[in-house]
């Protein structure tokens, strides 16, 4: 899906507005599987600001409620601290082998980092062990069309830039054990809808911005009920669900099937 030539056909100037990239957005998505070419893969400082000030202007007029009062938000916060907190100190020393073994594969950082937004917009820095090779950034405009994903995602299981360990690491969710630490940072929930990159969420039309009304979380919906395999839009449909629906008891039910999905690995790719 050539996204970026579709862009450059609207405007003789360059200059592309919200309404434009939503309506190539939704056009290409009707005649195309997923997208193949993302029309921006680096955000500088500047262009992050604009996409996020751009995103907390959408929502104020969002149609979507989010439950859960103060009550909910403090007793969600504190479950998010203790078992964060309780689960790094259990998990320190098999992180500590794990790190050590992603190190002696190829002499790199056994940690990896992306700027990921969440509530409102609102960017931060999302942590994982690393499952690919050291420029795996650098090199995504390689293999953007090679995506596997419906929708806006990207996700391809033969990735060149996977290293050896790193399809361990994906397919036991493993690389994601880093983000315990954002979880108790306040970054992110043990359940909230998966936090997007800036170069998928500026091509969200307002309907998909929805997902950003709450904090990110580990897991929700989608991740209980197929992951990689659940189709885009069904996976943003599951989002605003749990959004409107979010509650204590919804969220240990959804902790308690992300266990048992992360033990039989269905849908990690």
């Given at each position: 899906?050539n996204?970026?030539?579709e862009?450059?056909?609207k405007t003789s ?12 957005t939704l ?6 599987k ?6 921006i ?7 992050l600001?604009?996409?996020c000030g751009g ?5 104020k007029?969002?149609?979507v409620k989010?439950?859960?009062?103060i009550v909910?938000l403090?007793?969600?916060?504190v ?6 907190f309780?689960?790094?100190l259990?998990?320190?020393i098999?992180m ?24 409102n917009g609102?960017?931060f820095?999302m942590?994982k ?5 050291k420029?795996?950034?650098?090199k995504f405009?390689?293999v953007?069309?090679e995506?596997?994903c419906?929708?806006?995602a990207?996700?391809n299981?033969?990735?060149?830039r996977i ?14 054990l880093?983000?315990?630490?954002n979880?108790l ?7 909230g809808?998966r936090?997007?990159?800036p170069?998928?969420?500026?091509l969200?039309?307002?309907e998909?911005?929805?997902?950003l009304l709450?904090?990110?979380g580990?897991s929700?919906i989608?991740q209980c009920?197929g992951r990689?395999d659940?189709?885009f839009?069904k996976?943003?449909e599951?989002?605003?669900e749990?959004?409107e629906n979010?509650?204590?008891?919804m969220?240990?039910s959804?902790?308690?099937?992300t266990?048992?999905?992360?033990l039989?690995?269905k849908?990690a790719k």
């Amino acid at each position: 899906m050539n996204i970026v030539a579709e862009y450059r056909t609207k405007t003789s100037e360059g200059a592309v507005t919200e309404e434009m990239m939503t309506e190539v957005t939704l056009d290409l998505l009707k005649k195309n599987k997923g997208i193949t070419e993302y029309p921006i893969l680096e955000f500088d400082n500047r262009a992050l600001g604009l996409l996020c000030g751009g995103v907390s202007e959408t929502l104020k007029h969002s149609n979507v409620k989010p439950s859960g009062g103060i009550v909910y938000l403090f007793f969600k916060r504190v479950i998010d601290i203790i078992i964060s907190f309780t689960a790094l100190l259990i998990l320190l020393i098999p992180m500590l082998i794990i790190s050590l073994i992603i190190f002696i594969d190829d002499r790199e950082s056994p940690f990896f980092s992306q700027i990921r937004l969440t509530e409102n917009g609102k960017p931060f820095r999302m942590y994982k062990f690393r499952s690919m090779c050291k420029d795996a950034e650098k090199k995504f405009s390689e293999v953007q069309k090679e995506n596997e994903c419906d929708g806006l995602a990207f996700k391809n299981e033969n990735d060149p830039r996977i290293t050896r360990i790193g399809g361990f690491l994906r397919k036991t969710s493993i690389d994601e054990l880093p983000q315990l630490w954002n979880v108790l940072k306040g970054d992110m929930s043990l359940i909230g809808p998966r936090p997007p990159l800036p170069r998928e969420v500026v091509l969200y039309t307002p309907e998909q911005m929805d997902r950003l009304l709450v904090k990110g979380g580990l897991s929700c919906i989608c991740q209980c009920e197929g992951r990689s395999d659940m189709e885009f839009d069904k996976w943003v449909e599951s989002d605003i669900e749990y959004i409107e629906n979010r509650s204590i008891k919804m969220d240990f039910s959804l902790l308690v099937r992300t266990f048992a999905v992360v033990l039989k690995r269905k849908g990690a790719k």
